[in-house]
């Protein structure tokens, strides 16, 4: 299966949005029970953390539902099938939730049968806010201390160059409806788990996330203009691996060369944000040892 994902990981601090080649916008592989299962478990634990969507969107949340539906349905019927009424299931059986059952919160219904987060942003004169979304696998932050706020209050964490929120706003505003593009990010952590929900506090208390074993953690995120032009539709989809077994993947020498030239590139700040300042030294130590002039 053709799809977007990097081959080595992304440059930090860059907004690298790229042209989607194809109408396949979904990574879907042999995980994707797991992620669902853990998505379900979520929903029954915490729905009103992972779930929230302002009055006025469910026009838009359906459209993503239908946008979602089109795709599986055009690219990856190898991984699910569709029953009479449009009974969505998995190719072992299971059964996933029907659009009509979640018609309050299509979003939420939604991202009950990918692997990918949803994120619906809306254009208001404050700039693009995050106004729905069915976030389960947050990467280090916390829906809702971002929910309803404008983009450049949702990165004010994030060490960017002064215009840089302006600039996402203009290209927000420039996104053509039939030309979706897809974005990549990568951040390490002590921790595999999927779900790294990490208020700010939080995050600058606990910046240590070079002990012990270090994970990849890989986004996918891709970006719909929706045909009413004032909403934008993310889709983010998490993927984390050991750096041992990064290094075992095809080409995986290289992307750990590519790791550690990206890491020398970073300011103290950067790498203050992204929690891999403290105990560097075990890690640079092995990325050159194992990446360092690769040329898989």
Same mark, same amino acid.
């Given at each position: 299966?053709?799809?977007?994902?990097?081959?080595?990981?992304?440059?930090?601090?860059? @907004?690298?949005?790229?042209?989607?080649?194809?109408?396949?916008?979904?990574?879907?592989?042999?995980?994707?029970?797991?992620?669902?299962?853990?998505?379900?478990?979520?929903?029954?634990?915490?729905?009103?953390?992972?779930?929230?969507? %302002?009055?006025?969107?469910?026009?838009?949340?359906?459209?993503?539902?239908?946008?979602?539906?089109?795709?599986?349905?055009?690219?990856?019927?190898?991984?699910?099938?569709?029953?009479?009424?449009?009974?969505?299931?998995?190719?072992?059986?299971?059964?996933?939730?029907?659009?009509?059952?979640?018609?309050?919160?299509?979003?939420?219904?939604?991202?009950?049968?990918?692997?990918?987060?949803?994120?619906?942003?809306?254009?208001?004169?404050?700039?693009?806010?995050?106004?729905?979304?069915?976030?389960?696998?947050?990467?280090?932050?916390?829906?809702?201390?971002?929910?309803?706020?404008? @983009?450049?209050?949702?990165?004010?964490?994030?060490?960017?160059?002064?215009?840089?929120?302006?600039? @996402?706003?203009? @290209?927000?505003?420039?996104?053509?409806?039939?030309?979706?593009?897809?974005?990549?990010?990568?951040?390490?952590?002590?921790?595999?788990?999927?779900?790294?929900?990490?208020?700010?506090?939080?995050?600058?208390?606990?910046?240590?996330?070079?002990?012990?074993?270090?994970?990849?953690?890989?986004?996918?995120?891709?970006?719909?203009?929706?045909?009413?032009?004032?909403?934008?539709?993310?889709?983010?989809?998490?993927?984390?691996?050991?750096?041992?077994?990064?290094?075992?993947?095809?080409?995986?020498?290289?992307?750990?060369?590519?790791?550690?030239?990206?890491?020398?590139?970073?300011?103290?700040?950067?790498?203050?944000?992204?929690?891999?300042?403290?105990?560097?030294?075990?890690?640079?130590?092995?990325? %050159?040892?194992?990446?360092?002039?690769?040329?898989?």
């Amino acid at each position: 299966m053709k799809t977007h994902a990097p081959s080595s990981p992304a440059e930090p601090f860059a @907004i690298g949005l790229k042209p989607l080649a194809d109408d396949n916008f979904l990574i879907v592989d042999d995980e994707l029970p797991r992620y669902l299962a853990e998505k379900q478990e979520h929903y029954a634990k915490r729905f009103e953390s992972v779930y929230m969507a %302002e009055e006025g969107t469910r026009e838009s949340q359906s459209w993503v539902s239908k946008r979602i539906a089109g795709c599986i349905s055009a690219h990856h019927r190898d991984r699910y099938e569709f029953h009479k009424d449009e009974q969505l299931a998995l190719r072992d059986g299971t059964q996933l939730p029907h659009r009509r059952d979640w018609s309050h919160a299509p979003l939420a219904g939604a991202a009950l049968w990918v692997q990918d987060d949803l994120v619906l942003m809306r254009r208001s004169d404050d700039g693009w806010r995050l106004v729905a979304a069915s976030l389960c696998f947050p990467s280090s932050w916390n829906l809702a201390e971002k929910f309803g706020r404008p @983009i450049r209050e949702i990165h004010s964490p994030v060490p960017l160059p002064d215009k840089m929120p302006d600039r @996402i706003d203009r @290209i927000f505003d420039n996104l053509k409806s039939d030309q979706p593009v897809w974005r990549a990010n990568w951040s390490l952590d002590s921790d595999g788990g999927l779900r790294q929900d990490r208020p700010e506090q939080h995050r600058k208390e606990d910046c240590d996330r070079l002990s012990g074993t270090i994970w990849f953690r890989s986004e996918y995120q891709t970006l719909h203009k929706l045909p009413n032009m004032r909403d934008i539709l993310f889709t983010i989809r998490i993927a984390t691996s050991t750096l041992d077994d990064l290094l075992n993947e095809p080409s995986g020498r290289a992307k750990v060369s590519e790791l550690a030239r990206q890491y020398a590139g970073m300011n103290h700040a950067q790498l203050a944000y992204k929690g891999i300042e403290i105990g560097a030294e075990r890690l640079v130590e092995w990325m %050159e040892l194992n990446g360092t002039g690769a040329n898989e």
